[in-house]
């Protein structure tokens, strides 16, 4: 519903199929009040960012309200996210990091951000985004650029964490290059699914990956594995139901070898095509 600020004001309750209807929320209105494309991108990360942390620490009975208020002020948007738990904290069985790099990536991604509550009292999140990058600028495409960085290698030991591990990562990255929000979707639905049958092309529990933030987009590079192994994963990728493979969703998916064993490659170019 709308809020007393002209914007909007959302509450439902906290879990992770809800976050894509706040994000793509958000998103429309900040297109209606006219925000640049790459801030559009930015602001679905953030948004993203900081409803997960409500899902995954703020309720110790994993139930409870999130609450979303995004209203126009000065030149850009700002955005509220709060729950009413005991506070957003990791909980016993999540690794701290993971709150962390979320909360890192939205002070990085935003024009200011500030984060307030108390134990017992629940949690907010302000951030705020500017519309158009501040005049004098340089484009998004150069503002946006990093320093070419070695491949970040991963060794996950439970197959169920290699999922939100990957994705965090992959994340973190895109929001570093000028990727589009549609291939940034596309990296993240083939991680997904690479990650579901990871387990199965592993010889052992230890599933290894590396990913890298190139110049021109990013790789994702999965193993090593034994022999065949890459050919069966890519195999379960194919969407029999529909003719087609999420093979698809890569701009580049090859197999590589080398003397520890054989490995999948998937390139996502930085620009959509």
């Known amino acids: 519903m709308s809020s007393d600020r002209s914007g909007l004001l959302i509450t439902l309750p906290a879990r992770p199929e809800n976050v894509a209807v706040v994000r793509h929320a958000v998103a429309g209105l900040a297109e209606q009040l006219g925000m640049a494309e790459p801030g559009i991108g930015d602001l679905k990360t953030v948004v993203t960012e900081a409803c997960m942390n409500v899902v995954v620490h703020a309720y110790d009975d994993g139930a409870g309200p999130l609450e979303v208020e995004a209203f126009p002020e000065e030149d850009g948007l700002t955005v509220r996210v709060r729950d009413f738990g005991g506070g957003i904290r990791p909980h016993p069985a999540v690794e701290k990091p993971s709150l962390r790099i979320g909360l890192t990536l939205i002070a990085a991604l935003s024009s200011s951000f500030e984060i307030s509550g108390a134990l017992g009292c629940g949690t907010e999140v302000k951030m705020h985004l500017a519309l158009q990058p501040p005049q004098g600028d340089v484009s998004p495409e150069t503002t946006r650029q990093a320093p070419v960085a070695e491949a970040a290698e991963l060794t996950i030991g439970r197959p169920d964490l290699a999922a939100p591990v990957l994705e ?101 170019a930085a620009f959509a095509d």
Do not use: H
Not at 191 to 216: I, Q
Not at 223 to 229: D, L, R
């Open 168 to 268: 965090r990562v992959v994340g973190a990255l895109a929001a570093r290059r000028p990727i589009a929000v549609d291939r940034l979707n596309d990296a993240l639905l083939l991680t997904d699914a690479v990650s579901a049958r990871a387990s199965e092309a592993f010889s052992d529990d230890r599933l290894r990956f590396a990913v890298a933030d190139r110049a021109d987009g990013i790789d994702l590079r999965i193993g090593p594995m034994p022999s065949g192994a890459s050919k069966r994963l890519l195999d379960g990728l194919a969407l029999p139901q529909v003719g087609g493979s999420l093979e698809t969703l890569a701009d580049e998916l090859r197999i590589d070898r080398d003397e520890d064993g054989e490995y999948v490659v998937a390139r996502f």
